[in-house]
């Protein structure tokens, strides 16, 4: 991700040799602009290297690229967009759906969750989430892809409604069964009797526990198209982990639209049905893409080598949170292959992470540690203990060095893959136990005392809820995940990092000398710090400061675009104490503040008494290297406790290490 990227500007039109512009209805976007969208293979190598012709972002995928003479499908004109009133909903929290047209015959219903603070794994969100919608009416029969939380029942059926009749509705193509996507289903199944949903045989079996009623149902096979008629003729493949194991793509070969639900989303909310402005967007597109896709990364590469195999051409991607992406299709597709590519190639070891999708906090908690794992650069195998059979788990069991299991409920099939997990375990892996909160967990002390007698290491004590999840629950969770990861990783890494570094290059970087400071920053319930030196004033107007954040400090999560911090400065000659606080490793959870004198400054993140002075700020953007996340902050506020102090420095014999 680039820093400080400026946003795209909006092109003309591009006129493509061989390629037929087509538009089906008047414009009715702010600009007046007319703008072209061209079915296309993914710019990456796994799907082909093709170039697109898009009015932004004209990047080829490789220099050996060349143009393609393909044919417009979709359409090539903004359609009007109707908003609904908007709804208060829990604490003020506004809620709206949009609906507009985006291909031919098919229409979105975008229910606007605007002030949504959290998702999911509970990581923050700045631009609230939407949930996306689809209708396509084909010349026979009609198809809803997806529907939306259940939080907008009232409104989003008023849009649907306004669209079509219910009982015109012939099939609802479920690509995903998370309740975010799945959660008015069994309204629609009511409201049309007659109604065939179909999905993958993981998302029916979840659905019957969802809906609890018999429907009609159709499981979806690649290779084996449902005909909506009049072109509109849908494709299937199955993407599972993308996130939870029911997921699959879906192709319309009459428009060139794939639908893809979670893959390619990100959690932002905006009137703007499309990708426009990718420097907006992209903080946002990784972020999402690093807590939910990046421990499936493997599963990523998979779904990008089938749709390369069906030989979907494609001239928007459908997505079922945020932006549909249209004009910057190569280069996110293509950052979601360089990244998992990248994550797969800097695994030292990996570690299964065993979870029941539909259980209490199961899901959450597991993408919590997941996430945390990752940072620390080892591979996250996940795996829904509801949907594996016995040979899947002993197979993932024996491949990773450890194990993260989510306590299962004791009755059921989930319960029944514990012995299977007992018996394939091996006293050289480590296991993490963690309670799911679902009311009927196995008991974690029985887990425990089994895995002793097998002679298993348990580096982390188990992770024990007692209550609902807070900002804190997760933060534990992912801080174990890290700390699971570095027990694995963090050996070899630092073997690499002396062995990459000739000694005389050593040396003399070395001689790059910093001061010390610890940096505090605080988001709802939770609470980070730590000591940094790789600091530096980066601007004047507006004023602003770099600082280098290592990916697996637990305080990264709490520094993404839009969040407050303070850097406090420490005093040349009295900042032992403090250093020697803040350098301590601390366990999975634990308070950093505990036993410090600190305030609140404004924007809410600690102001050490003993520091010489601080600053406010606000991170504006974040650039990427192998290992760190260089941080671009905006100074807000600051001020000097001590005048006459100066900022204690910091000097290094060797620059492989802080």
């Given at each position: 991700?680039?820093?400080?990227?400026?946003?795209?500007?909006v092109?003309?039109?591009?006129?493509?040799?061989?390629?037929?512009?087509?538009?089906?209805?008047?414009?009715?976007?702010?600009?007046?602009s007319?703008?072209?969208?061209v079915?296309?293979?993914?710019?990456?190598?796994?799907?082909?290297?093709?170039?697109?012709?898009?009015p932004?972002?004209?990047?080829?995928?490789?220099?050996?690229?060349?143009?393609?003479?393909?044919e417009?499908r979709?359409?090539?004109?903004?359609?009007?967009?109707?908003?609904?009133?908007?709804v208060?909903?829990?604490?003020?929290k506004?809620?709206?759906?949009?609906?507009?047209?985006?291909?031919?015959?098919?229409?979105?219903?975008r229910?606007?969750?605007?002030?949504?603070?959290?998702?999911?794994?509970?990581?923050?969100?700045?631009?609230?989430?939407?949930?996306?919608s689809?209708?396509?009416?084909?010349?026979?029969?009609?198809?809803?892809?997806?529907?939306?939380?259940?939080?907008?029942?009232?409104?989003?059926?008023?849009?649907?409604?306004?669209?079509?009749?219910f009982?015109?509705?012939?099939?609802?193509?479920?690509?995903?069964?998370?309740?975010?996507?799945?959660?008015?289903?069994?309204?629609?199944?009511?409201?049309?009797?007659?109604?065939?949903?179909?999905?993958?045989?993981?998302?029916?079996q979840?659905?019957?526990n969802?809906?609890?009623?018999?429907?009609?149902?159709?499981?979806?096979?690649?290779?084996?198209?449902?005909?909506?008629?009049?072109?509109h003729?849908?494709?299937?493949?199955?993407?599972?982990?993308l996130?939870?194991?029911?997921?699959?793509?879906?192709?319309?070969k009459?428009?060139?639209?794939?639908?893809?639900?979670?893959?390619?989303?990100?959690?932002?909310?905006?009137?703007?049905?499309?990708?426009?402005?990718?420097?907006?967007?992209?903080?946002?597109?990784?972020?999402?893409?690093?807590?939910?896709?990046?421990?499936?990364?493997?599963?990523v590469?998979?779904?990008l080598?089938?749709?390369?195999?069906?030989?979907?051409?494609f001239?928007?991607?459908?997505v079922?949170?945020?932006?549909?992406?249209?004009?910057?299709?190569?280069?996110?597709?293509?950052?979601y292959?360089?990244?998992?590519?990248?994550?797969?190639?800097?695994?030292?070891?990996?570690?299964?992470?065993?979870?029941?999708?539909?259980?209490?906090?199961?899901?959450?908690?597991?993408?919590?540690?997941?996430?945390?794992?990752?940072k620390?650069?080892?591979?996250v195998?996940?795996?829904?203990?509801?949907?594996?059979?016995?040979?899947?788990?002993?197979?993932?069991?024996g491949?990773?060095?450890?194990?993260?299991?989510?306590?299962?409920?004791?009755?059921?099939?989930?319960?029944?893959?514990?012995?299977?997990?007992?018996?394939?375990?091996?006293a050289?892996?480590?296991?993490?136990?963690?309670?799911?909160y679902?009311?009927?967990?196995?008991?974690?002390d029985?887990?425990?005392?089994?895995?002793?007698?097998?002679?298993?290491?348990?580096?982390?004590?188990p992770?024990?809820?007692?209550?609902?999840?807070?900002?804190?629950?997760?933060?534990?969770?992912?801080?174990?995940?890290?700390?699971?990861?570095?027990?694995?990783?963090?050996?070899?890494?630092?073997?690499?990092?002396r062995?990459?570094?000739?000694?005389?290059?050593?040396?003399?970087?070395?001689?790059?000398s910093?001061?010390l400071?610890?940096?505090?920053?605080?988001?709802?319930?939770?609470k980070?710090?730590?000591?940094?030196?790789?600091?530096?004033?980066?601007?004047?107007?507006?004023?602003?400061?770099?600082?280098?954040?290592?990916?697996?400090?637990?305080?990264?999560?709490?520094?993404?675009?839009g969040?407050?911090?303070?850097?406090n400065?420490?005093?040349?000659?009295?900042?032992?104490?403090?250093?020697?606080?803040?350098l301590?490793?601390?366990?999975?959870?634990a308070?950093?503040?505990?036993?410090?004198?600190?305030?609140?400054?404004?924007?809410?993140?600690?102001?050490?008494?003993?520091?010489?002075?601080?600053?406010?700020?606000?991170?504006?953007s974040?650039?990427?290297?192998?290992?760190?996340?260089?941080?671009?902050?905006?100074?807000?506020?600051?001020?000097?406790?001590?005048?006459?102090?100066?900022?204690?420095?910091?000097?290094?014999?060797?620059?492989?290490?802080?």
């Amino acid at each position: 991700m680039a820093a400080l990227a400026g946003a795209a500007a909006v092109a003309a039109p591009l006129q493509v040799p061989g390629v037929k512009q087509l538009a089906t209805g008047s414009s009715s976007s702010s600009s007046g602009s007319v703008r072209s969208a061209v079915p296309r293979k993914l710019g990456s190598d796994i799907l082909g290297k093709q170039i697109t012709a898009t009015p932004r972002g004209m990047q080829a995928a490789s220099q050996n690229v060349r143009p393609r003479s393909v044919e417009v499908r979709a359409v090539a004109t903004e359609a009007p967009t109707k908003m609904s009133r908007v709804v208060q909903w829990e604490q003020g929290k506004r809620l709206q759906t949009q609906t507009t047209t985006i291909a031919a015959d098919t229409t979105t219903i975008r229910s606007l969750d605007w002030d949504r603070d959290r998702f999911d794994i509970e990581f923050g969100l700045l631009k609230g989430t939407t949930y996306n919608s689809y209708l396509i009416r084909g010349a026979d029969k009609v198809a809803l892809i997806d529907a939306s939380h259940e939080k907008f029942r009232e409104l989003y059926l008023s849009a649907l409604k306004s669209e079509i009749d219910f009982k015109d509705i012939d099939y609802i193509v479920a690509n995903h069964t998370e309740p975010d996507h799945s959660g008015l289903i069994r309204d629609l199944i009511e409201l049309a009797p007659n109604v065939t949903v179909v999905g993958s045989k993981v998302c029916i079996q979840f659905l019957q526990n969802l809906v609890l009623k018999p429907f009609k149902s159709l499981v979806a096979q690649p290779g084996k198209p449902l005909d909506l008629g009049g072109g509109h003729e849908l494709e299937f493949i199955m993407a599972p982990n993308l996130h939870w194991p029911d997921t699959m793509f879906t192709f319309d070969k009459g428009t060139g639209v794939m639908f893809t639900c979670d893959a390619f989303g990100s959690h932002y909310c905006s009137e703007a049905v499309y990708d426009e402005d990718l420097s907006e967007l992209e903080p946002h597109y990784r972020f999402y893409y690093d807590c939910l896709m990046k421990p499936n990364s493997r599963s990523v590469l998979t779904a990008l080598r089938k749709v390369a195999s069906a030989g979907w051409e494609f001239s928007e991607i459908a997505v079922g949170h945020g932006p549909l992406l249209r004009y910057n299709v190569p280069e996110l597709t293509l950052k979601y292959e360089q990244w998992s590519k990248a994550a797969i190639e800097k695994q030292k070891s990996s570690i299964a992470v065993l979870y029941v999708s539909d259980y209490g906090y199961s899901d959450r908690l597991s993408q919590c540690i997941a996430r945390g794992i990752t940072k620390a650069g080892a591979g996250v195998e996940m795996m829904d203990l509801k949907a594996a059979d016995t040979q899947e788990l002993v197979e993932c069991i024996g491949r990773n060095a450890a194990v993260v299991l989510m306590m299962p409920p004791t009755q059921g099939p989930a319960a029944a893959a514990v012995a299977p997990l007992l018996a394939g375990i091996k006293a050289k892996q480590s296991v993490l136990l963690c309670e799911s909160y679902g009311g009927d967990d196995e008991p974690v002390d029985t887990l425990l005392r089994k895995f002793s007698d097998l002679g298993v290491k348990m580096p982390i004590e188990p992770l024990r809820i007692k209550e609902a999840p807070t900002e804190a629950t997760y933060q534990l969770f992912e801080e174990a995940g890290t700390d699971m990861g570095q027990n694995l990783t963090q050996k070899a890494v630092r073997e690499e990092t002396r062995r990459s570094m000739p000694l005389a290059v050593a040396k003399a970087i070395a001689r790059v000398s910093g001061g010390l400071y610890v940096v505090t920053a605080t988001k709802g319930s939770s609470k980070g710090a730590m000591i940094a030196s790789w600091v530096s004033q980066a601007s004047f107007k507006p004023l602003g400061i770099t600082i280098a954040v290592a990916k697996d400090r637990a305080i990264e999560s709490l520094m993404q675009v839009g969040d407050s911090f303070v850097l406090n400065c420490l005093e040349e000659g009295n900042f032992a104490p403090l250093m020697k606080h803040f350098l301590k490793r601390f366990p999975p959870g634990a308070d950093r503040f505990e036993g410090i004198d600190w305030s609140p400054g404004a924007n809410g993140s600690p102001v050490l008494a003993g520091a010489l002075a601080f600053l406010e700020c606000t991170v504006v953007s974040r650039m990427e290297t192998n290992d760190h996340w260089i941080t671009y902050a905006e100074v807000t506020a600051g001020r000097v406790a001590k005048p006459e102090g100066r900022t204690a420095s910091h000097h290094r014999k060797l620059g492989d290490y802080y």
